[in-house]
């Protein structure tokens, strides 16, 4: 079993310049004991203080992140591309559904407002527990 | 004259030269600039300020680009708005509006940021910028680097909406599209600004980058008459224009512009993207990712690199954060257009939605003077409003048919005081 492990340039100062290891490492403690063995020096920077892996640094198993598949208790598979990024920022797309404004019974009037949200309670109850204009879960500023 | 300003890193605190760099190489923690305040005590004046142009660089002498940097866009200097008539629906006596909705060049608030990692770009020798990006920082990117002549390589997820990817493309970027959502993207870039020597303004260029947002703070500010406000709403995607606004308000106060005050920030979210919010309430030292589902596409961050700074802005403040559906998300960009005359796009639905709950929670007293940021135009989402209003038939060009008109209107309940202006 062996997985491909691309490292960030952040890295490189301290694994020598190396960009990328093979692991037979099966889950992500292994792996990083794996990589702080071969690197020594990469050791203090990986952990903070109180010997846990920095926040920062991410790990993605075939472009997934490994948190969505069950962190440390996801076993690697042969051949999987682990990829180690630190934090990065600047927008996500939407996995789910997108057009709701298609699927959802939109014809609202001018002047309708503080029914809207009225609306957008009954409509949406699963995910708003209130509504946002008056504040109650049993809307009262509504018709 | 800009002060002197480095990078430093926010966990170690380790300083580097300013330098294509976001990332620790000591602690792999996020690299931020910091400008020398004492250099910056003579030249950033209320009087220089006044006499600098009306854009965002009459702030220059706190931002990160050398003296010498000749802005090529105006880039902010946005109006703030009272708005009484919104004020009126949601229970609040004193709030205002930011309105980046009208930022130039692109009509959103990257054009600030943007328009600091260019200047960057160029320092550093860039020929070549990129960003990832579901529409407004591809924009900004796009005709940033066409004023400046730079060349740009946009990459955005697949399926992103005609009108966005055309809104990149008029200004002659290369528009990579990438089969994968978001964050497969934004990974992605992260990768290849490791590889290749481009200038990334979200990745390498980062920490200049969000620098840019702190003129949204430094524009409430002086369009208040040198005074801060009791309270800011903003939306939170990465977490960065909340902590910089906030940085840019101690700025001001170190400097003496404004006098000492804890302004509350309170963060926005969307519900199908809230990882911030949930920390805030919650409590939580740090962010638990989510996988976004939400139409508030430019604020869907699963993993934002800013959240804990965000967050723990949020609580330094007394502040809060809140998260609205989609659904409310639309309502409320619609009230807004109804009720100010201003069109905002879905971030700014969600900036409004919050704003109102927070009055209804009570966690805005009325009379405090509160700041809503808009951050982005309504032109860029329509999709969203498809389908919200009825198209009539055509009517002949006939006064008899336009009273027809009006009578089947009334009928159904659409007009208010229909007739009543008849002479």
Not at chain 2, 71 to 77: F, H, Y
Not at chain 2, 125 to 154: E, M
């Amino acid at each position: 079993m062996s997985v491909r492990v691309l490292l960030p340039n952040a890295f490189q100062k301290h694994t020598n310049g190396t960009r990328e290891i093979q692991s037979s490492a099966g889950n992500l403690p292994a792996l990083i004991t794996e990589m702080e063995t071969t690197f020594p020096a990469l050791r203090s920077h990986l952990r903070d203080e109180s010997g846990q892996v920095r926040k920062f640094i991410n790990f993605y198993v075939n472009e997934e992140d490994i948190r969505f598949l069950g962190n440390e208790k996801y076993s690697f598979q042969d051949g999987d591309e682990v990829l180690v990024i630190p934090s990065i920022a600047g927008g996500s797309f939407a996995d789910g559904d997108t057009r709701f404004a298609q699927d959802l019974p939109l014809r609202l009037r001018s002047g309708q407002a503080t029914r809207r949200a009225h609306f957008a309670q009954k409509q949406d109850r699963g995910t708003c527990r209130c509504c946002s204009y008056c504040g109650q879960e049993e809307c009262i500023c509504g018709d | 004259m800009a002060a002197a300003y480095e990078l430093r890193c926010r966990e170690c605190g380790k300083r580097y030269e300013n330098a294509p760099l976001s990332i620790c190489d000591e602690c792999f923690s996020p690299l931020e600039v910091f400008c020398d305040l004492d250099a910056a005590r003579h030249t950033f004046t209320r009087e220089a300020i006044a006499d600098g142009p009306s854009s965002m660089w009459r702030y220059q002498a706190l931002l990160p680009v050398p003296d010498d940097y000749v802005p090529s866009t105006p880039a902010g200097w946005t109006p703030l708005l009272r708005a009484p008539r919104l004020a009126e629906r949601i229970g609040a006596r004193n709030l205002w509006l930011k309105n980046d909705a009208v930022c130039l060049p692109t009509l959103s608030f990257k054009d600030r940021v943007v328009a600091v990692a260019l200047a960057n770009a160029q320092t550093f020798g860039f020929d070549t910028v990129g960003c990832s990006s579901t529409g407004n920082l591809a924009n900004a990117v796009a005709a940033g680097a066409a004023r400046l002549g730079l060349k740009a390589y946009i990459l955005v997820p697949a399926d992103l909406e005609a009108a966005k990817i055309l809104n990149t493309q008029v200004y002659g970027a290369t528009l990579v599209r990438i089969d994968g959502n978001y964050d497969h993207v934004n990974r992605l870039c992260s990768q290849i600004a490791d590889r290749y020597n481009w200038g990334f303004v979200n990745v390498n260029l980062r920490p200049y980058y969000a620098e840019g947002s702190k003129t949204v703070g430094f524009e409430i500010a002086e369009q208040l008459g040198w005074r801060l406000p009791d309270n800011v709403v903003v939306p939170m995607a990465g977490g960065s224009l909340i902590v910089k606004i906030r940085k840019a308000f101690k700025e001001l106060i170190a400097l003496g512009l404004v006098e000492e005050k804890e302004v509350r920030f309170f963060g926005a979210q969307a519900t199908g993207c809230s990882p911030i919010a949930t920390a805030v309430k919650t409590g939580a030292e740090h962010i638990e990712p989510q996988r976004p589902t939400t139409i508030a596409r430019s604020l869907a961050i699963g993993n934002p690199a800013d959240g804990i700074y965000a967050a723990r802005a949020i609580r330094e403040s007394g502040g809060w954060a809140e998260d609205v559906s989609d659904v409310e998300i639309v309502s409320a960009i619609q009230e807004l257009a109804e009720t100010e005359g201003v069109f905002t796009e879905t971030a700014g639905g969600v900036t409004t939605a919050v704003t109102a709950r927070l009055y209804a929670h009570g966690r805005i007293h009325p009379d405090e003077l509160t700041v809503s940021c808009i951050t982005g135009n309504g032109l860029k989402t329509t999709d969203v409003l498809e389908g919200a209003y009825e198209q009539h038939a055509a009517i002949r060009p006939r006064l008899g048919d336009f009273e027809t008109y009006l009578d089947d209107r009334k009928e159904e309940g659409e007009l208010v005081g229909g007739g009543e202006y008849v002479r």
